[in-house]
């Protein structure tokens, strides 16, 4: 009994992680319907900010977490401005739109793997390696201090959404695009700053993983399966799925980690994904009808 | 008054249309360009009499079987209009089954070839049981997550070596001539390839295709099985990438997850076809050259792989956001396209 209480606790702690890293990518589909699939490179690039700021002035990676933030909306500006722009003003978005993201993702991929190497990096703070006990139970300071960093950045960001002019304009744009931009939503203008603030999330969540996962450019591959996976469980576009999708696969994947063995873990995500399309493709909360 | 139209009548005059249509299509059409090509490349190896042209024989190679891959993939992700980022995975099926032959029982790849395009096939119809219910942005995502499924399972399937993969018995040919049995053969599974794509954009199944591919579900209202269609050109797509892999594995000498597996495989696939033009014949064609033509000078002037990576993606960047119907495409919308191009 304590096993499996323990297998839930690292398995919630992870999954809090997990959903700040799909909270980006399901805002993003949500308002201006475009699978991203450059959302892990960029998490990625927001590990390597913390990285560095960690490793050239000792910064911890919970405390540079804005900065990571800040530095990937910008980016996330930059690519909406270069690539996303022309593809968004137009009504229809075909799979030439995913491809795209692909592309993105390939061009981040070789800038970061020129820049830094595929070597594995992660940055150790002192309590990366501690735990709490209770009893027969632990749970490592790492993880649980990530849990709750991200739990918080996502409270922020429902706050943010819920209470704020502009997150009310997100929601609507969500909704339903045409009908906003009829009641005076600048559509354009709600689009690049959720793309950015789509990135920024991975720049937070980025600074996470930093300390949680070690990491390397070519590994982003691997996450875009997983995060997907999160995210259609939830179903495409719903915050609030989206986090439940991340706590549940995570424990599921915790579980498989304990008793199955460590490397089929990641593929408790692959074999969900499938489960998920095949069997409910609009995900837990999704409205069918969305689907065509 | 007999105003009654014979129905066989209207048929016949359809019929003598469209050969009619048909005929002066194959009149214009410029067969001797392929014809030629293939007869350039069939005497490209001679050059090997002076020696010291391995490495223009290895490009040859290289190229012929991105040819037979990104042909291979316009059937499913041009004709049909369903983007596959893991067609790799077929890639590795068939490396595997054709090398793990060879090793335990000496047969050359060139002779388990189309053995293994045919494995291939048959998981490509299993898979597209699966995978091709889904539609859209759907299937890429799942097209990835099969992907890094095959990963997984090769890197930890012990019998074929795992990770480490397994060594392959090599060809006892003077090197001079040791590269021209697999140049051949990919001369061959390319030609193939190209020759299928054609055959299957003028016939009633291309037809099923591309009504797929412009709108599934008036398709089926139509009365077109799609769900089958679908599953057969996904099938035929991985039979020559199959064919491919099964060739490469023994040129490499030795098979490994990390040569098939990776996504640069799959994304230059798609790239080369969507650079040339997708839904054409000459296209992928096209595209191949231009990639590896870049390639080699990227790498040639930039060395390293990774910056390769980016060059990849750069390129896919703006073809699709300045040519998105490719070289082909895009000059046949203008009505601009060199004669000698135009193989549809």
Redesign the interface.
């Given at each position: 009994m304590a096993d499996f209480i323990q297998i839930i606790i690292l398995g919630l702690a992870l999954g809090g992680v997990y959903a700040l890293m799909a909270s980006g990518l399901t805002l993003v589909f949500g308002v201006m319907r475009i699978?991203n699939?450059a959302h892990p490179i960029m998490i990625i690039a927001g590990a390597y900010v913390s990285y560095w700021l960690f490793r050239l002035y000792g910064l911890d990676p919970i405390v540079s977490m804005p900065i990571a933030a800040i530095v990937m909306f910008c980016v996330g500006i930059i690519v909406y401005k270069l690539?996303f722009e022309?593809e968004a003003a137009s009504a229809k978005y075909?799979?030439?739109t995913?491809?795209?993201t692909?592309?993105?993702?390939?061009?981040?991929?070789?800038?970061l793997?020129?820049a830094f190497?595929?070597t594995q990096r992660i940055t150790s703070p002192s309590y990366a390696t501690e735990a709490i006990f209770f009893g027969d139970l632990f749970i490592p300071k790492g993880q649980l201090f990530a849990g709750i960093a991200s739990l918080t950045v996502i409270a922020a960001l429902v706050a943010f959404l819920q209470f704020t002019r502009f997150g009310y304009a997100i929601r609507a744009t969500t909704q339903n695009r045409d009908a906003a931009q009829l009641m005076g939503v600048n559509v354009g203008l709600v689009s690049i700053i959720t793309f950015g603030i789509g990135i920024g999330l991975a720049g937070a969540a980025g600074a996470l993983v930093s300390f949680v996962f070690s990491f390397f450019p070519a590994k982003h591959?691997?996450w875009?399966?997983i995060l997907?996976?999160l995210v259609?469980l939830g179903g495409m576009g719903k915050l609030a799925g989206a986090i439940l999708g991340a706590l549940i696969l995570a424990t599921l994947a915790a579980f498989v980690s304990t008793y199955i063995g460590t490397?089929?873990s990641?593929?408790t995500f692959?074999?969900a994904?499938?489960v998920i399309?095949?069997v409910r493709?609009q995900g837990l909360f999704g409205d069918p009808l969305e689907e065509s | 008054m007999n105003t009654h139209l014979d129905v066989g009548e209207v048929v016949e005059a359809r019929k003598s249309r469209e050969q009619a249509l048909a005929g002066t299509a194959a009149a214009g059409r410029p067969t001797w360009v392929p014809i030629a090509l293939l007869a350039v490349l069939v005497m490209l190896p001679a050059i090997q009499v002076f020696d010291g042209f391995n490495y223009v024989l290895h490009l040859g190679l290289y190229a012929l079987m991105y040819i037979a891959m990104s042909s291979s993939w316009n059937i499913l992700g041009g004709y049909t209009g369903y983007i596959s980022l893991g067609h790799n995975v077929f890639f590795c099926i068939g490396g595997y089954f054709s090398g793990m032959i060879l090793a335990y029982t000496g047969i050359s790849t060139l002779l388990t070839a189309p053995f293994a395009g045919l494995a291939a096939s048959l998981v490509g119809f299993g898979i597209g049981f699966i995978t091709l219910r889904m539609r859209g942005p759907t299937f890429i995502i799942s097209s990835i997550a099969l992907l890094m499924v095959a990963r997984i399972l090769f890197d930890n399937w012990s019998f074929v070596g795992g990770a480490n993969g397994v060594t392959l018995p090599q060809l006892t040919i003077d090197v001079q001539w040791a590269k021209l049995p697999y140049y051949y053969a990919m001369l061959f599974i390319a030609a193939a390839a190209v020759y299928c794509s054609f055959r299957i954009k003028h016939s009633k199944f291309g037809l099923h295709l591309r009504a797929i591919s412009q709108d599934e579900v008036k398709a089926e209202s139509a009365g077109i099985n799609t769900r089958f269609y679908k599953m057969l050109a996904f099938a035929i797509s991985a039979f020559f990438v199959g064919m491919a892999g099964a060739v490469w594995g023994e040129y490499l000498t030795y098979i490994r997850p990390n040569i098939f597996l990776i996504i640069l495989i799959a994304a230059n696939m798609v790239l080369m076809c969507i650079l040339g033009g997708k839904g054409t014949v000459a296209g992928p064609i096209v595209g191949t050259i231009v990639l590896i033509a870049f390639n080699e000078f990227f790498v040639a002037t930039m060395g390293s792989s990774e910056i390769n990576i980016f060059g990849t993606g750069l390129v896919m960047i703006l073809a699709l956001l300045y040519f998105p119907n490719g070289i082909v495409g895009t000059l046949a919308q203008k009505k601009k396209l060199p004669r000698f191009l135009d193989w549809d």
């Amino acid at each position: 009994m304590a096993d499996f209480i323990q297998i839930i606790i690292l398995g919630l702690a992870l999954g809090g992680v997990y959903a700040l890293m799909a909270s980006g990518l399901t805002l993003v589909f949500g308002v201006m319907r475009i699978v991203n699939l450059a959302h892990p490179i960029m998490i990625i690039a927001g590990a390597y900010v913390s990285y560095w700021l960690f490793r050239l002035y000792g910064l911890d990676p919970i405390v540079s977490m804005p900065i990571a933030a800040i530095v990937m909306f910008c980016v996330g500006i930059i690519v909406y401005k270069l690539v996303f722009e022309r593809e968004a003003a137009s009504a229809k978005y075909s799979e030439m739109t995913v491809l795209l993201t692909f592309a993105v993702a390939m061009c981040f991929d070789g800038l970061l793997g020129t820049a830094f190497s595929n070597t594995q990096r992660i940055t150790s703070p002192s309590y990366a390696t501690e735990a709490i006990f209770f009893g027969d139970l632990f749970i490592p300071k790492g993880q649980l201090f990530a849990g709750i960093a991200s739990l918080t950045v996502i409270a922020a960001l429902v706050a943010f959404l819920q209470f704020t002019r502009f997150g009310y304009a997100i929601r609507a744009t969500t909704q339903n695009r045409d009908a906003a931009q009829l009641m005076g939503v600048n559509v354009g203008l709600v689009s690049i700053i959720t793309f950015g603030i789509g990135i920024g999330l991975a720049g937070a969540a980025g600074a996470l993983v930093s300390f949680v996962f070690s990491f390397f450019p070519a590994k982003h591959w691997e996450w875009i399966a997983i995060l997907m996976s999160l995210v259609v469980l939830g179903g495409m576009g719903k915050l609030a799925g989206a986090i439940l999708g991340a706590l549940i696969l995570a424990t599921l994947a915790a579980f498989v980690s304990t008793y199955i063995g460590t490397t089929w873990s990641t593929m408790t995500f692959f074999l969900a994904l499938f489960v998920i399309l095949l069997v409910r493709p609009q995900g837990l909360f999704g409205d069918p009808l969305e689907e065509s | 008054m007999n105003t009654h139209l014979d129905v066989g009548e209207v048929v016949e005059a359809r019929k003598s249309r469209e050969q009619a249509l048909a005929g002066t299509a194959a009149a214009g059409r410029p067969t001797w360009v392929p014809i030629a090509l293939l007869a350039v490349l069939v005497m490209l190896p001679a050059i090997q009499v002076f020696d010291g042209f391995n490495y223009v024989l290895h490009l040859g190679l290289y190229a012929l079987m991105y040819i037979a891959m990104s042909s291979s993939w316009n059937i499913l992700g041009g004709y049909t209009g369903y983007i596959s980022l893991g067609h790799n995975v077929f890639f590795c099926i068939g490396g595997y089954f054709s090398g793990m032959i060879l090793a335990y029982t000496g047969i050359s790849t060139l002779l388990t070839a189309p053995f293994a395009g045919l494995a291939a096939s048959l998981v490509g119809f299993g898979i597209g049981f699966i995978t091709l219910r889904m539609r859209g942005p759907t299937f890429i995502i799942s097209s990835i997550a099969l992907l890094m499924v095959a990963r997984i399972l090769f890197d930890n399937w012990s019998f074929v070596g795992g990770a480490n993969g397994v060594t392959l018995p090599q060809l006892t040919i003077d090197v001079q001539w040791a590269k021209l049995p697999y140049y051949y053969a990919m001369l061959f599974i390319a030609a193939a390839a190209v020759y299928c794509s054609f055959r299957i954009k003028h016939s009633k199944f291309g037809l099923h295709l591309r009504a797929i591919s412009q709108d599934e579900v008036k398709a089926e209202s139509a009365g077109i099985n799609t769900r089958f269609y679908k599953m057969l050109a996904f099938a035929i797509s991985a039979f020559f990438v199959g064919m491919a892999g099964a060739v490469w594995g023994e040129y490499l000498t030795y098979i490994r997850p990390n040569i098939f597996l990776i996504i640069l495989i799959a994304a230059n696939m798609v790239l080369m076809c969507i650079l040339g033009g997708k839904g054409t014949v000459a296209g992928p064609i096209v595209g191949t050259i231009v990639l590896i033509a870049f390639n080699e000078f990227f790498v040639a002037t930039m060395g390293s792989s990774e910056i390769n990576i980016f060059g990849t993606g750069l390129v896919m960047i703006l073809a699709l956001l300045y040519f998105p119907n490719g070289i082909v495409g895009t000059l046949a919308q203008k009505k601009k396209l060199p004669r000698f191009l135009d193989w549809d």
